[in-house]
């Protein structure tokens, strides 16, 4: 431990890359695009945490939820809701972002070992609402009825939801979310078949706390 008194072992850099993205435009693909940076960074000796979404780079402490198990749970909930076989549609978070892509390996691992359940679709949604409303418009007009089941990401589920009601189409089992708006969502609609598989941001506080432990 260092001395009293003393100052930090290393410099810090600590990144959320989903809140950059929100609130500043800023996604993992720029991060990526960052990487000489943050290596020389990592070569002066600066300590870089990542938290949630991790950083594919030598020297670089990610701290990440399990992302494959969150949307594997969620495939195989959504198997069983359409009873094993049938035709599915998927909405995505965010292209090149690294906890979308352990999420699509795990869904069509999944999907691996159900040969009777077949992806019709999957497109992207950018983990926002109204970009999901559109997605899923764009798969109602070209699917119709032929969708037995929606896999969805967390924060897009109440905007596909919406496109389903403008449609004036009954919204098939479709993976929910667990923050307020949904729940309360679900509870005023007992005919919705859904499952939340909690994302909980407190990953954030973890791997603050992991940094201040290692200066």
Do not use: C
């Not at 990487?35 to 990440?64: F, H, Y």
């Not at 972002?97 to 999957?122: G, I, M």
């Not at 609402?129 to 037995?148: K, S, V, W």
């Not at 919705?192 to 791997?207: D, F, M, R, T």
């Amino acid at each position: 431990a260092p001395e009293p008194g003393a100052g930090p072992r290393y410099p810090i850099g600590f990144a959320f890359p989903e809140v950059l993205r929100a609130h500043a435009g800023v996604d993992l693909a720029e991060l990526r695009g960052a990487a000489g940076a943050i290596a020389r960074a990592v070569d002066s000796g600066v300590l870089v945490v990542v938290a949630d979404n991790p950083l594919p780079m030598d020297n670089v402490l990610n701290v990440s939820l399990d992302h494959t198990q969150y949307w594997g749970i969620s495939t195989e909930w959504l198997i069983d809701a359409i009873g094993g076989k049938g035709n599915i549609v998927a909405i995505e978070g965010l292209a090149g972002n690294t906890a979308n892509d352990w999420r699509v390996r795990a869904r069509d691992a999944v999907l691996a070992e159900h040969p009777d359940v077949t992806l019709l679709s999957s497109v992207i949604g950018g983990w926002d609402q109204a970009q999901a409303r559109e997605a899923m418009a764009g798969l109602l007009t070209a699917y119709g009825d032929q969708i037995n089941g929606v896999l969805i990401q967390e924060v897009m589920n109440e905007g596909a939801i919406r496109a389903y009601k403008a449609a004036g189409v009954a919204v098939p089992p479709l993976t929910g979310d667990y923050v307020l708006s949904y729940l309360k969502l679900w509870k005023a609609d007992p005919e919705l078949q859904s499952v939340a598989v909690a994302n909980p941001p407190g990953v954030g506080s973890v791997a603050l706390r992991i940094t201040v432990e290692l200066l």
